[in-house]
C-alpha cells in the first residue's frame, strides 16, 4: 500500500512538473518571445514599441500555446571566406561579417523563419552584397585605399534591403575582415608591385640626375660670367696702373717675360746680346729707359 502510494505521488509530482513547464515561462531582459498557438503568433512578450507584457515570469496555455525566443541584444553573424571577382578582374579572399539586431521579431519570422534558418538567408544576402558592391571596386581600393567607403556601401545597401523587404532587423554595421589575394595570385602581384616600384624609382633618378646637370650647367655660366667680368675688371685695373706709369709698366711686363722664360728649365733661348728683351740688365742710364 504504502508502494502504491509512493508511485502514485511520483506520478502526481511528475504530472504537475510537466504542466508547469508547460503552462510557465521565464523571459529575461535581453530576450523578445513570439507566442504561437496552433502555428499561428497570438501575442508578443517584451518587444520593444508594442503595448504586450515585459520580461519576466509568464503563463501559456498548456500543450496548446507554445513560444519562440529571440536576442534583443545585437548579434553577429560571419561569413566564410568567399573568392569573389573585383572590378579590375583580380580574384579576393573576402571574410567579411555583419552586426544587427532584431527589431521586429514578428516580421523577422515570418520573412526570415527561426534564428538558426534567419541566420543562413541573411548571410546569404550579405555574400550578394559584398559581390556587388566589391565587383564594381578594384583589388586595390577593396585591399586598402577605399575599404572603409566600401564597408559602409555594403551596410546602407543591405539596410535597405532590410527595410524593403521588411525583414524586422536593424543593420548595425558590416565590416571586412579580411581581403587578400589566393595564393596562387599573390606572387605576381608582388612582383607587378616591385617591377613599378623598380620604374617609379628610375624615373625619380632619372629626374635628379636631369635636375643636377641643369644646376652644375647654371653655375658653370654663372661661374664663367664672374670670371669673366674678373679678367675684364683685371685688364682695366691694369691698363689704367700702365697709363699712370708706363716705364714700370714696360718693366713688369719684362719680368714677368724672364720668369716664364726661366721656369722653362729645359728651354733654350736664342737671342742677341743688345736685344730689347735684356735691356734691363744692362747698366748704366740705358737700361731704365
Do not use: H
Not at 519576466?56 to 507554445?66: D, S, T, Y
Not at 599573390?186 to 616591385?194: H, L, N, P, T, W
Amino acid at each position: 500500500m504504502n508502494q502504491s502510494r509512493l508511485t502514485l505521488y511520483a506520478i502526481i509530482a511528475g504530472a504537475v512538473l510537466i504542466m508547469a513547464s508547460q503552462t510557465f515561462y521565464v523571459v529575461d531582459q535581453t530576450q523578445q518571445a513570439l507566442v504561437f498557438r496552433f502555428g499561428k503568433i497570438v501575442r508578443t512578450v517584451n518587444v520593444d514599441g508594442t503595448n504586450d507584457l515585459g520580461p519576466g515570469l509568464k503563463v501559456k496555455v498548456p500543450f496548446v500555446e507554445n513560444m519562440l525566443m529571440f536576442d534583443k541584444r545585437n548579434q553577429s553573424l560571419e561569413t566564410t571566406e568567399r573568392e569573389i571577382l573585383a572590378g579590375n578582374q583580380e580574384r579576393l579572399v573576402v571574410d567579411a561579417f555583419v552586426r544587427f539586431r532584431i527589431s521586429d521579431p514578428v516580421r523577422y519570422y515570418s520573412a526570415l523563419g527561426d534564428p538558426t534558418t534567419a541566420g543562413d538567408r541573411l548571410l546569404l544576402r550579405l555574400n550578394a552584397s559584398l559581390r556587388e558592391a566589391l565587383g564594381r571596386a578594384s583589388s586595390d581600393d577593396i585591399i586598402s585605399a577605399k575599404r572603409a567607403s566600401l564597408m559602409n556601401v555594403i551596410r546602407d545597401n543591405l539596410s535597405r534591403q532590410a527595410k524593403g523587404s521588411r525583414l524586422g532587423i536593424e543593420v548595425i554595421d558590416v565590416r571586412i575582415r579580411r581581403a587578400d589575394l589566393p595564393q596562387a595570385n599573390q606572387e605576381a602581384v608582388f612582383a607587378r608591385m616591385e617591377t613599378a616600384r623598380q620604374q617609379q624609382a628610375t624615373r625619380i633618378r632619372a629626374e635628379g640626375d636631369q635636375k643636377a646637370l641643369e644646376i652644375v650647367a647654371t653655375a658653370t655660366g654663372q661661374a664663367e660670367n664672374i670670371r669673366g667680368e674678373g679678367d675684364a675688371e683685371r685688364a682695366q685695373l691694369f691698363a689704367e696702373s700702365y697709363g699712370r706709369d708706363p716705364g714700370f709698366a714696360s718693366f713688369y711686363r719684362s719680368m714677368q717675360a724672364y720668369e716664364t722664360s726661366m721656369a722653362q728649365g729645359d728651354a733654350t733661348l736664342v737671342l742677341s746680346p743688345d736685344s730689347d728683351f735684356f735691356k734691363y740688365f744692362s747698366r748704366g742710364s740705358g737700361a731704365a729707359q
